[in-house]
Protein backbone atom coordinates (compact mmCIF):
# COMPACT_ATOMS: atom_id res chain seq x y z
CA UNK A 1 0.00 0.00 0.00
CA UNK A 2 1.81 3.31 -1.28
CA UNK A 3 2.70 5.63 1.94
CA UNK A 4 3.68 8.84 2.85
CA UNK A 5 7.27 9.01 4.24
CA UNK A 6 9.25 11.37 6.40
CA UNK A 7 12.70 11.99 7.37
CA UNK A 8 14.30 12.25 10.10
CA UNK A 9 12.22 10.16 12.61
CA UNK A 10 13.30 12.29 15.27
CA UNK A 11 15.79 15.66 15.31
CA UNK A 12 17.17 17.31 18.13
CA UNK A 13 18.09 21.18 17.32
CA UNK A 14 19.38 24.01 19.96
CA UNK A 15 16.87 26.96 20.04
CA UNK A 16 17.46 29.50 17.27
CA UNK A 17 18.74 26.89 14.66
CA UNK A 18 17.54 26.17 11.25
CA UNK A 19 15.08 22.86 10.88
CA UNK A 20 14.22 21.39 7.71
CA UNK A 21 12.03 18.65 7.71
CA UNK A 22 11.45 16.13 4.93
CA UNK A 23 7.97 14.41 3.34
CA UNK A 24 7.52 12.32 0.57
CA UNK A 25 3.78 12.21 -0.40
CA UNK A 26 1.92 9.55 -2.44
CA UNK A 27 3.14 9.74 -5.58
CA UNK A 28 -0.12 10.63 -7.26
CA UNK A 29 -1.81 12.57 -4.49
CA UNK A 30 -2.37 16.15 -5.68
CA UNK A 31 -2.77 17.81 -1.98
CA UNK A 32 0.06 17.90 0.42
CA UNK A 33 -0.58 19.05 4.48
CA UNK A 34 1.67 19.60 7.56
CA UNK A 35 0.22 19.37 10.75
CA UNK A 36 1.75 19.62 13.89
CA UNK A 37 0.81 17.60 17.42
CA UNK A 38 2.44 18.78 20.50
CA UNK A 39 2.69 16.13 23.27
CA UNK A 40 -0.94 14.91 24.38
CA UNK A 41 -2.30 17.05 22.41
CA UNK A 42 -4.45 17.79 19.42
CA UNK A 43 -3.10 17.12 15.41
CA UNK A 44 -3.25 21.41 14.52
CA UNK A 45 -3.17 22.08 11.06
CA UNK A 46 -0.33 24.17 9.42
CA UNK A 47 -0.27 24.45 5.86
CA UNK A 48 -1.94 23.00 2.78
CA UNK A 49 -0.06 23.38 -0.66
CA UNK A 50 -1.33 22.73 -3.45
CA UNK A 51 -0.10 23.20 -7.74
CA UNK A 52 2.63 24.39 -6.56
CA UNK A 53 1.63 27.00 -3.86
CA UNK A 54 0.46 27.30 -0.11
CA UNK A 55 -3.36 26.93 -0.66
CA UNK A 56 -4.55 28.01 3.16
CA UNK A 57 -1.72 27.75 6.21
CA UNK A 58 -2.71 28.63 10.04
CA UNK A 59 -2.05 31.40 12.57
CA UNK A 60 0.77 29.13 14.00
CA UNK A 61 2.59 29.15 10.24
CA UNK A 62 4.27 32.85 10.87
CA UNK A 63 7.28 33.65 8.81
CA UNK A 64 9.28 31.18 10.63
CA UNK A 65 7.75 28.43 8.70
CA UNK A 66 8.28 28.13 5.13
CA UNK A 67 7.50 25.00 2.98
CA UNK A 68 8.83 24.22 -0.69
CA UNK A 69 8.29 21.12 -3.14
CA UNK A 70 12.01 21.40 -4.33
CA UNK A 71 11.46 18.38 -7.47
CA UNK A 72 8.84 16.01 -8.07
CA UNK A 73 8.06 13.84 -5.32
CA UNK A 74 9.61 15.56 -2.16
CA UNK A 75 7.91 18.46 0.35
CA UNK A 76 9.86 20.01 2.92
CA UNK A 77 8.82 22.52 5.85
CA UNK A 78 11.83 24.95 7.27
CA UNK A 79 11.75 26.57 10.48
CA UNK A 80 14.15 28.77 9.95
CA UNK A 81 15.15 29.96 13.77
CA UNK A 82 13.33 27.17 16.25
CA UNK A 83 11.86 28.11 19.60
CA UNK A 84 11.42 25.76 22.54
CA UNK A 85 7.64 25.88 22.10
CA UNK A 86 8.36 24.51 18.62
CA UNK A 87 9.05 21.22 19.69
CA UNK A 88 6.31 18.85 18.68
CA UNK A 89 5.60 15.75 16.25
CA UNK A 90 5.43 17.16 12.53
CA UNK A 91 2.84 14.83 10.35
CA UNK A 92 2.99 15.17 7.07
CA UNK A 93 0.19 14.45 4.93
CA UNK A 94 -1.60 13.86 1.17
CA UNK A 95 -4.79 13.42 -0.42
CA UNK A 96 -5.28 12.64 -3.67
CA UNK A 97 -8.14 15.12 -4.25
CA UNK A 98 -10.58 16.11 -7.31
CA UNK A 99 -13.22 14.35 -6.37
CA UNK A 100 -12.29 11.23 -7.11
CA UNK A 101 -13.17 8.22 -4.97
CA UNK A 102 -11.39 8.49 -1.89
CA UNK A 103 -10.20 11.58 -2.80
CA UNK A 104 -10.83 12.97 1.04
CA UNK A 105 -9.15 10.67 2.51
CA UNK A 106 -5.59 12.37 4.31
CA UNK A 107 -2.79 9.94 4.58
CA UNK A 108 -0.53 10.66 7.36
CA UNK A 109 3.36 9.92 7.61
CA UNK A 110 4.99 8.54 10.55
CA UNK A 111 5.83 12.08 11.68
CA UNK A 112 9.23 13.63 12.67
CA UNK A 113 9.62 14.24 16.29
CA UNK A 114 11.46 18.01 16.47
CA UNK A 115 12.62 18.52 20.08
CA UNK A 116 14.70 22.10 20.55
CA UNK A 117 16.38 22.52 23.39
CA UNK B 1 -12.83 29.45 9.79
CA UNK B 2 -13.57 26.10 10.98
CA UNK B 3 -13.60 25.10 14.66
CA UNK B 4 -14.19 21.28 15.82
CA UNK B 5 -15.15 20.39 19.49
CA UNK B 6 -14.87 17.45 20.85
CA UNK B 7 -16.18 15.19 23.74
CA UNK B 8 -15.63 13.69 25.78
CA UNK B 9 -11.65 14.08 26.52
CA UNK B 10 -11.63 11.04 28.05
CA UNK B 11 -14.03 7.89 27.93
CA UNK B 12 -14.05 4.81 29.68
CA UNK B 13 -16.16 1.46 29.19
CA UNK B 14 -16.32 -1.76 29.53
CA UNK B 15 -14.58 -4.60 26.70
CA UNK B 16 -18.00 -5.36 25.09
CA UNK B 17 -19.67 -2.01 26.14
CA UNK B 18 -19.86 0.77 23.76
CA UNK B 19 -18.69 3.99 23.41
CA UNK B 20 -19.86 6.89 21.52
CA UNK B 21 -18.10 10.31 21.25
CA UNK B 22 -19.45 13.36 19.95
CA UNK B 23 -18.44 16.54 18.02
CA UNK B 24 -19.25 19.69 16.84
CA UNK B 25 -18.79 22.04 14.08
CA UNK B 26 -18.80 25.80 13.18
CA UNK B 27 -19.30 26.29 8.92
CA UNK B 28 -22.16 25.14 7.76
CA UNK B 29 -20.46 24.79 4.62
CA UNK B 30 -18.08 21.66 5.78
CA UNK B 31 -19.09 18.55 3.91
CA UNK B 32 -16.97 15.85 4.70
CA UNK B 33 -16.24 14.55 8.35
CA UNK B 34 -13.54 11.54 9.06
CA UNK B 35 -12.76 9.73 11.84
CA UNK B 36 -9.22 9.35 12.75
CA UNK B 37 -7.45 6.85 15.65
CA UNK B 38 -4.17 7.41 17.04
CA UNK B 39 -2.32 4.47 18.55
CA UNK B 40 0.55 5.61 21.47
CA UNK B 41 3.13 7.20 19.37
CA UNK B 42 2.02 6.52 16.03
CA UNK B 43 0.67 8.41 13.31
CA UNK B 44 -3.77 9.03 12.89
CA UNK B 45 -5.46 6.67 11.18
CA UNK B 46 -8.59 7.42 8.74
CA UNK B 47 -11.40 4.52 10.61
CA UNK B 48 -14.40 6.01 8.97
CA UNK B 49 -15.43 9.38 6.91
CA UNK B 50 -19.06 10.41 6.23
CA UNK B 51 -19.94 13.16 3.34
CA UNK B 52 -22.76 15.72 4.22
CA UNK B 53 -25.16 13.76 2.18
CA UNK B 54 -25.43 11.01 4.07
CA UNK B 55 -27.03 10.73 7.29
CA UNK B 56 -25.47 7.58 8.51
CA UNK B 57 -22.35 4.98 7.67
CA UNK B 58 -21.42 1.89 8.80
CA UNK B 59 -18.66 -0.62 8.66
CA UNK B 60 -18.83 -3.62 11.02
CA UNK B 61 -18.92 -2.09 14.66
CA UNK B 62 -17.81 1.35 13.63
CA UNK B 63 -20.65 3.86 13.10
CA UNK B 64 -20.97 7.56 12.11
CA UNK B 65 -24.03 9.75 12.51
CA UNK B 66 -24.18 13.32 10.93
CA UNK B 67 -26.89 15.88 11.84
CA UNK B 68 -26.29 19.04 9.47
CA UNK B 69 -28.70 20.99 10.92
CA UNK B 70 -27.63 20.78 14.82
CA UNK B 71 -23.86 20.44 13.36
CA UNK B 72 -22.95 17.68 14.70
CA UNK B 73 -21.33 14.35 14.18
CA UNK B 74 -20.58 11.02 16.42
CA UNK B 75 -18.66 7.96 16.27
CA UNK B 76 -20.01 4.97 17.85
CA UNK B 77 -18.17 1.47 18.53
CA UNK B 78 -20.17 -1.25 20.12
CA UNK B 79 -18.88 -4.32 21.19
CA UNK B 80 -15.60 -2.45 22.47
CA UNK B 81 -12.47 -4.72 22.26
CA UNK B 82 -8.67 -4.33 23.98
CA UNK B 83 -7.52 -3.24 21.33
CA UNK B 84 -9.72 -0.18 20.44
CA UNK B 85 -8.21 1.69 23.38
CA UNK B 86 -6.47 4.84 21.49
CA UNK B 87 -7.43 8.79 21.15
CA UNK B 88 -9.59 9.42 18.22
CA UNK B 89 -9.97 12.35 16.41
CA UNK B 90 -13.06 13.96 14.54
CA UNK B 91 -12.22 16.62 11.51
CA UNK B 92 -14.18 18.37 9.32
CA UNK B 93 -13.35 19.91 6.20
CA UNK B 94 -15.53 21.70 3.75
CA UNK B 95 -12.50 22.56 0.72
CA UNK B 96 -9.91 20.45 -0.47
CA UNK B 97 -7.35 21.94 1.07
CA UNK B 98 -7.72 21.98 4.80
CA UNK B 99 -9.17 19.51 7.54
CA UNK B 100 -9.54 20.57 11.17
CA UNK B 101 -9.37 18.21 13.76
CA UNK B 102 -10.91 18.26 16.92
CA UNK B 103 -9.18 17.85 20.44
CA UNK B 104 -9.24 13.86 20.86
CA UNK B 105 -10.87 11.50 22.93
CA UNK B 106 -8.56 9.06 24.91
CA UNK B 107 -10.75 5.86 25.05
CA UNK B 108 -9.83 3.09 27.32
CA UNK B 109 -11.18 -0.56 27.51
CA UNK B 110 -11.49 -1.70 30.78
CA UNK B 111 -11.30 -5.87 31.29
Known amino acids: EPEVTQTPSHQVTQMGQEVILRCVPISNHLYFYWYRQILGQKVEFLVS????????KSEIFDDQFSVERPDGSNFTLKIRSTKLEDSAMYFC???????????????FGAGSRLTVL | GENVEQHPSTLSVQEGDSAVIKCTYSDSASNYFPWYKQELGKRPQLIIDIRSNVGEKKDQRIAVTLNKTAKHFSLHITETQPEDSAVYFCAASNRDDKIIFGKGTRLHILP
Open chain 1, 49 to 56: FYNNEISE
Open chain 1, 93 to 107: ASRLGQGKTGANVLT
